[in-house]
């Protein structure tokens, strides 16, 4: 992406997840391509999220880590206020809801627990962040909802149907919330990025090669973003160049 975008007004951006893999990916980016970017960082680990924050910090960007269970209605319900206080009664200007949890098991072997797992993880988390600051967006009348679903919400894959289940759940969200706010100064988008070289993948038998980038991903999620007001990127397809595995 061009570098013209760190000629506009720094955004306030919040990211949940944003500890590790594209979360982090997602920070660094935005603390790239926005001068002086102010952003709202969210995970449940402490350590990991403030070395994130100080990366972000050393590109230049006003960081600052939130430790939130984003699965957790009441600790999510104190985010928009911690934010606020935080930055001066500012709300944020895009919510990336990339928060998410993989694990891998055929329909046979999905238990109810790990379907209300994933569920938690991929679905509700970002219901919950959603429902937390669209009052904040709405008053505004502007800002950006980022949904970080995957192909597994296009598409059903073999050997993650819970996973698969929740994340067509997300895209589905995505589609209501952007139904109900069009026309109101809102934006919507939802990415269905393949796989990714993240820890997810650290012990799979899986060649680098056969998965995208965290920091490529996460270059087409800003420049979505950057986007003139008058154009949203309502579905995007990510996928590795050799194909899905």
């Not at 391509?33 to 999220?49: C, E, N, P, S, T």
């Not at 008058?230 to 995007?236: H, L, Q, R, S, Y």
């Amino acid at each position: 992406m061009k570098s013209a975008a760190k000629n506009k007004k720094a955004p306030l951006i919040l990211i949940t997840g944003a500890s590790q893999g594209l979360g982090e990916a997602l920070a660094l980016a935005y603390a790239r391509h926005f001068r002086g970017a102010r952003l709202a960082l969210v995970a449940r680990q402490a350590d990991k999220l403030e070395a994130v924050a100080e990366r972000c910090a050393a590109l230049g960007a006003d960081s600052h880590g939130f430790v939130c269970d984003v699965t957790d209605e009441s600790a999510v319900g104190r985010l928009p206020a911690a934010v606020a206080k935080r930055w001066r009664g500012a709300a944020p200007d895009i919510v990336v809801n990339n928060a998410g949890r993989f694990v891998a098991a055929r329909f046979a072997d999905t238990t109810p627990e790990l379907l209300d797992e994933m569920l938690g993880a991929n679905l509700r988390s970002a219901f919950l962040v959603t429902r937390a600051f669209l009052p904040a967006l709405q008053a505004r009348g502007s800002g950006d909802f980022v949904f970080i679903s995957s192909i597994c919400g296009k598409i059903g894959l073999d050997g993650c149907a819970a996973y698969t289940a929740a994340k067509h759940g997300l895209t589905g969200l995505a589609a209501a919330l952007r139904t109900e706010t069009k026309g109101t100064g809102l934006r919507v988008l939802a990415i269905h990025p393949g796989a990714i070289d993240t820890p997810i993948w650290k012990d799979a038998p899986v060649s680098r090669e056969r998965l995208m980038s965290a920091a490529g991903v996460a270059e087409a999620v800003v420049a979505l973003t950057a986007l003139p007001g008058d154009t949203v990127a309502e579905d995007i397809l990510l996928r590795p160049g050799p194909g899905d595995f």
